[in-house]
């Protein structure tokens, strides 16, 4: 309480004394002469250069704010539920309209319904009428070309050359008996490189159904044209081996196998095979009789049989 009573003495203190100068300092100003001159006005200064206006220094970048406090966790969202807004009740003139316009729209649709399903039996009937029309052309084309390809072989096989046995000759050679068989071509083409083969066998029985024809001799060459005849294949049988046929004592078998080819590009090379066996009669060697008849399966071709005709 003091201190502030002598705050307050010392401040009007000093007001009085600063009233006082200032009323002292108006009284001289008065108090001087006014024949004194007043002094010449000083002269005028040039007007200094103004300082460089200095470059504004680009602002600081702001630095990220440090969050003072930590974020508040992240909250679960809540459930907001759209509740639709009245809808203003309809007189009976709309309702009867929105149900024709429905009823228009669901006859409509059957219809479209119907059609869909017409055009998918009609395309289904133009497809299933595409496989059969495709199918008899495929079986048409598939029989024209076996037409084609069997009147190609009928042709061939009538024109092609058939090599086969017309006959079987024979006749005395000294002490043997020359038995030749007859090859014929009967087609309209001549044979290429054609061979023949023969041999015969005394046996004293029947031959077995595994007897192997073999040949001793190599095959003759020779050239077969339409409709020609040769003899070729001869074999020599002695005089004694036919009497003791005659006398039943043995049995004598000859046969032979003729190869060829036609001249008919792409076609398989032809055979022909034939067995005989020789009954004799009568007397040797100008009193004789020799027949021959088929014996075994040796007597083929190619085209009933399935041995190779190499």
Excluded at 45 to 69: I, R, S
Excluded at 121 to 135: P, R, T, V
Excluded at 197 to 208: A, F, I, Q, R, T
Excluded at 243 to 255: D, N, S
Aim: aromatic share 8%; with cysteine; charged share 20%.
């Amino acid at each position: 309480m003091m201190r502030a009573f002598c705050a307050c003495l010392a401040l009007v203190m000093a007001l009085t004394l600063a009233s006082t100068g200032d009323s002292d300092a108006q009284s001289r100003t008065r108090r001087q002469p006014r024949h004194q001159q007043e002094p010449p006005p000083p002269p005028p200064q040039q007007p200094e250069p103004a300082p460089p206006v200095a470059q504004p220094e680009p602002p600081p970048a702001p630095q990220p704010v440090q969050p003072q406090f930590p974020y508040p966790t992240e909250q679960s969202p809540l459930p907001v539920k759209i509740v639709d807004a009245p809808k203003a009740s309809k007189t009976e003139a709309e309702l009867a309209a929105e149900r024709q316009d429905r009823d228009e729209r669901a006859e409509l649709t059957e219809r479209l319904t119907l059609y869909a399903g017409l055009l998918i039996a009609i395309g289904a009937l133009l497809a299933l009428a595409f496989a059969l029309q495709a199918l008899y052309l495929w079986l048409a084309l598939r029989a024209v070309r076996r037409s084609a390809v069997a009147s190609e072989r009928n042709m061939t096989a009538v024109r092609r050359a058939f090599v086969s046995v017309g006959a079987m000759t024979w006749e005395a050679a000294g002490a043997s008996v020359k038995v030749s068989p007859v090859w014929t071509n009967s087609g309209t083409t001549p044979t290429r490189s054609l061979r023949v083969s023969g041999n015969w066998k005394v046996s004293h029985g029947e031959l077995p159904p595994d007897f192997t024809y073999g040949y001793a001799n190599p095959p003759e060459r020779l050239l077969l044209g339409p409709n020609a005849r040769a003899e070729a294949g001869s074999v020599l049988i002695p005089m004694r081996d036919v009497q003791a046929a005659i006398e039943g004592r043995v049995q004598l078998y000859v046969w032979g196998r003729a190869t060829y080819e036609d001249i008919f590009e792409g076609t398989q090379p032809h055979f022909v095979e034939f067995c005989h066996r020789i009954e004799a009669r009568g007397t040797t060697p100008n009193d004789l009789a020799l027949t021959f008849v088929y014996n075994g399966h040796h007597n083929r071709s190619e085209l009933d049989s399935q041995r190779s005709a190499a």
